[in-house]
């Protein structure tokens, strides 16, 4: 059983001596913790990595990109990328005086901002964790800042800030400018927020790492993307280090958002995209074949069904949801005409065999005669 598609992506490039690789996957995996509501023990996820040598932050950029323009293209609401860096978060630490070998426990602890409230996560710290209670405030002031990338940026590398004195954090820095001009030229930045509280606690991170969460609308799922730059992974796994960045998308998770959507719009939800039922009133696949390759070739979504009882294919229409059937016997192909009806209606028109195609596209738009 696997926990994510990063580690297996790692080996496999690991294992096989590749220096370059980009590839998508969608697959099951698997939680090995008890999962908390609104998560599944098993579950899909859909993986983009890149792995190779590139130009400075170019890499990461992609995939941000990519995120960006899936989340657009599956039109589920509002969304914003969270974004830090992972070095930038080390440097925080030390700033605040966490000692460097509590810098992964407390990262985890962070990590829980976004389900727990500070004062719960700041008990977890001085209690468990043994920090100070002076250590603990310092990071609260730091995980509250958060805002819009250039400009959030520019007020850390003010002149006397604190993280210009740290080297990992300068660092940081350095790379998320580069990374927030590409973005700018690409124009996905608005979509990004530049968060200190971001810490992802999977301690294969090296560099950027980001986290989405649709914040508009009825239906919070909390996260369904998430990733980031882990550089020695795949080093971990071979003999050759190979710098790589990715991100992994939660199916489950957009499906449920979907879901709420169309019952938010008053819509049905249909278990197929099936927009015409070609209703063969016989067994003649020939005629079947005729009509339905027609629709196909206008780009329509048809099946085709043959039995002689009306009624089947009604049956049919109805449980798979499909707004129209296209019903042609020995009697309409007679008299060169179909019978075109709206199966939630229940009415149903003579059309001429020769305007099919034309009525069902007219219809499907929503026009009017």
């Known amino acids: 059983m696997r926990y994510d598609l990063t580690v297996p992506f790692a080996r496999h490039v690991a294992m096989n001596g590749i220096t370059s690789f980009r590839r998508y996957q969608i697959a099951d995996v698997y939680r090995r913790d008890n999962p908390s509501k609104g998560r599944y023990r098993e579950f899909s996820q859909c993986d983009f990595d890149i792995a190779g040598q590139y130009p400075t932050m170019w890499s990461d950029f992609e995939v941000i990109k990519v995120l960006t323009e899936l989340l657009d293209e599956l039109s589920i609401g509002d969304y914003e990328v969270k974004l830090n860096h992972r070095k930038l978060l080390d440097g925080m630490l030390d700033i605040c005086g966490v000692p460097p070998e509590k810098f992964r426990t407390i990262c985890s602890s962070i990590d ?22 002076e250590t603990v ?101 071979g003999t050759k280090q190979v710098p790589a960045v990715g991100v992994s998308l939660g199916i489950e998770r957009v499906f449920t958002i979907m879901e709420q959507l169309q019952k938010d719009r008053n819509q049905a939800i249909r278990a197929t995209e099936t927009q015409v039922l070609v209703a063969i009133l016989g067994d003649d696949t020939h005629l079947g074949a005729e009509v339905v390759c027609e629709l196909w070739s206008a780009r329509l979504k048809a099946e085709c069904m043959y039995s002689k009882r009306v009624m089947k294919h009604i049956e049919h229409a109805k449980s798979s949801r499909i707004p129209w059937m296209v019903i042609v016997g020995e009697r309409e192909v007679n008299n060169g005409i179909v019978k075109l009806k709206d199966v939630e209606a229940a009415k149903e028109e003579e059309i001429p065999r020769d305007r099919l195609v034309e009525e069902l596209q007219r219809r499907l738009s929503g026009t009017s005669a």
């Not at 996560?121 to 964790?129: A, L």
């Not at 996260?223 to 795949?234: E, K, T, V």
């Open 112 to 133: 829980k901002l976004d389900k727990q409230s500070f004062e719960q996560i700041r008990k977890e710290m001085v209690e468990e964790k043994e920090l100070t209670v």
């Open 137 to 237: 405030d310092k990071i609260g002031t730091f995980v509250k800042e958060r805002g819009p990338p250039l400009e959030f940026l520019s007020k850390l590398k003010q002149e006397g800030s604190q993280f210009l004195e740290n080297k990992g954090s300068l660092v940081a820095l350095n790379e998320l400018q580069c990374l927030f001009k590409l973005l700018k030229k690409s124009k996905c930045i608005d979509k990004v927020i530049f968060d200190l509280s971001l810490a992802r606690g999977l301690d294969y991170y090296t560099g950027v790492i980001f986290d989405e969460a649709v914040f508009k609308g009825a239906t919070q799922v909390g996260s369904i993307a998430a990733g980031g730059r882990y550089d020695n992974l795949i080093g971990m796994l």
